[in-house]
Nanobody, 125 residues
Framework: QVQLVESGGGLVQAGGSLRLSCTAS????????MAWFRQVPGKEHKFVAS????????YYADSVKGRFTISRDNAKNTVNLQMNNLKPEDTAVYYC??????????????????WGQGTQVTVSS
Protein backbone atom coordinates (compact mmCIF):
# COMPACT_ATOMS: atom_id res chain seq x y z
CA GLN A 1 0.00 0.00 0.00
CA VAL A 2 1.26 3.45 -0.94
CA GLN A 3 0.09 6.71 0.58
CA LEU A 4 0.50 9.93 -1.34
CA VAL A 5 0.37 13.39 0.22
CA GLU A 6 0.34 16.52 -1.94
CA SER A 7 1.32 20.03 -0.94
CA GLY A 8 2.02 23.40 -2.52
CA GLY A 9 -1.32 24.46 -3.95
CA GLY A 10 -2.72 27.94 -3.53
CA LEU A 11 -3.90 31.12 -5.19
CA VAL A 12 -1.77 32.84 -7.80
CA GLN A 13 -2.27 35.48 -10.47
CA ALA A 14 -2.15 34.62 -14.13
CA GLY A 15 1.44 34.44 -15.32
CA GLY A 16 2.67 33.36 -11.91
CA SER A 17 4.22 30.11 -10.73
CA LEU A 18 3.51 27.37 -8.22
CA ARG A 19 5.37 24.22 -7.27
CA LEU A 20 3.43 21.16 -6.20
CA SER A 21 5.04 18.34 -4.27
CA CYS A 22 3.91 14.81 -3.56
CA THR A 23 5.52 12.59 -0.96
CA ALA A 24 4.99 8.85 -1.08
CA SER A 25 5.27 6.24 1.63
CA UNK A 26 6.76 2.85 0.89
CA UNK A 27 10.14 1.45 -0.06
CA UNK A 28 9.62 0.82 -3.77
CA UNK A 29 8.89 4.35 -4.93
CA UNK A 30 11.46 4.14 -7.72
CA UNK A 31 9.44 1.36 -9.38
CA UNK A 32 6.31 3.45 -9.78
CA UNK A 33 5.21 5.61 -12.62
CA MET A 34 4.21 8.91 -11.02
CA ALA A 35 1.76 11.35 -12.50
CA TRP A 36 -0.24 14.48 -11.89
CA PHE A 37 -3.89 14.80 -12.84
CA ARG A 38 -6.29 17.65 -12.32
CA GLN A 39 -10.01 17.86 -11.88
CA VAL A 40 -12.60 20.60 -12.05
CA PRO A 41 -16.12 20.22 -10.58
CA GLY A 42 -18.31 17.92 -12.61
CA LYS A 43 -15.46 16.65 -14.77
CA GLU A 44 -13.27 13.57 -14.73
CA HIS A 45 -9.59 13.53 -13.79
CA LYS A 46 -7.55 14.98 -16.62
CA PHE A 47 -3.95 13.95 -17.28
CA VAL A 48 -1.33 16.64 -16.75
CA ALA A 49 2.09 14.97 -16.68
CA SER A 50 3.84 11.71 -15.85
CA UNK A 51 7.36 10.51 -15.20
CA UNK A 52 8.92 7.07 -15.10
CA UNK A 53 12.49 7.77 -14.10
CA UNK A 54 14.60 10.83 -13.87
CA UNK A 55 16.50 12.29 -15.67
CA UNK A 56 14.57 10.49 -18.37
CA UNK A 57 12.14 13.36 -18.51
CA UNK A 58 8.40 13.54 -18.41
CA TYR A 59 5.40 13.21 -20.64
CA TYR A 60 2.97 16.12 -20.78
CA ALA A 61 -0.50 17.01 -21.88
CA ASP A 62 -0.41 19.43 -24.79
CA SER A 63 -2.15 22.08 -22.70
CA VAL A 64 0.77 22.32 -20.25
CA LYS A 65 3.74 21.47 -22.46
CA GLY A 66 6.44 24.11 -22.19
CA ARG A 67 4.96 25.57 -19.00
CA PHE A 68 4.97 22.66 -16.53
CA THR A 69 7.88 20.44 -15.53
CA ILE A 70 7.59 17.16 -13.67
CA SER A 71 10.52 15.77 -11.71
CA ARG A 72 11.17 13.11 -9.11
CA ASP A 73 13.64 12.44 -6.33
CA ASN A 74 13.69 8.70 -5.61
CA ALA A 75 15.91 9.18 -2.55
CA LYS A 76 13.25 11.39 -0.97
CA ASN A 77 10.19 9.57 -2.38
CA THR A 78 8.93 12.80 -3.90
CA VAL A 79 7.57 13.95 -7.22
CA ASN A 80 7.23 17.62 -8.05
CA LEU A 81 5.31 19.66 -10.58
CA GLN A 82 6.74 23.07 -11.37
CA MET A 83 4.03 25.18 -12.95
CA ASN A 84 5.04 28.40 -14.71
CA ASN A 85 3.08 30.96 -16.70
CA LEU A 86 -0.12 29.79 -15.09
CA LYS A 87 -3.43 30.53 -16.76
CA PRO A 88 -6.95 30.77 -15.31
CA GLU A 89 -7.82 27.54 -17.13
CA ASP A 90 -5.22 25.75 -15.00
CA THR A 91 -7.51 26.22 -12.00
CA ALA A 92 -8.38 22.78 -10.61
CA VAL A 93 -7.72 20.33 -7.84
CA TYR A 94 -4.42 18.66 -8.62
CA TYR A 95 -3.88 15.01 -7.69
CA CYS A 96 -0.74 12.97 -7.43
CA UNK A 97 -1.08 9.38 -8.67
CA UNK A 98 1.11 6.28 -8.73
CA UNK A 99 1.09 3.27 -11.00
CA UNK A 100 2.85 0.07 -9.95
CA UNK A 101 4.37 -0.45 -13.40
CA UNK A 102 7.07 1.74 -14.94
CA UNK A 103 5.47 2.70 -18.20
CA UNK A 104 5.56 6.02 -19.96
CA UNK A 105 2.66 7.84 -21.60
CA UNK A 106 -0.08 6.36 -19.45
CA UNK A 107 -2.77 9.03 -19.44
CA UNK A 108 -5.84 7.11 -18.36
CA UNK A 109 -6.63 7.73 -14.70
CA UNK A 110 -8.12 4.26 -14.30
CA UNK A 111 -4.67 2.75 -14.83
CA UNK A 112 -3.23 4.38 -11.71
CA UNK A 113 -3.30 2.44 -8.49
CA UNK A 114 -2.85 5.05 -5.77
CA TRP A 115 -4.05 8.62 -5.35
CA GLY A 116 -3.42 11.52 -3.05
CA GLN A 117 -6.10 13.66 -1.49
CA GLY A 118 -5.61 16.56 -3.89
CA THR A 119 -4.50 20.16 -3.56
CA GLN A 120 -6.36 23.20 -4.90
CA VAL A 121 -4.72 25.47 -7.44
CA THR A 122 -6.54 28.69 -8.27
CA VAL A 123 -5.29 31.09 -10.93
CA SER A 124 -6.91 34.50 -11.01
CA SER A 125 -7.09 36.62 -14.15
Amino acid sequence: QVQLVESGGGLVQAGGSLRLSCTASGRTFSRYTMAWFRQVPGKEHKFVASITWSPGGGYYADSVKGRFTISRDNAKNTVNLQMNNLKPEDTAVYYCAAREVLQSRVVNSSQYDYWGQGTQVTVSS
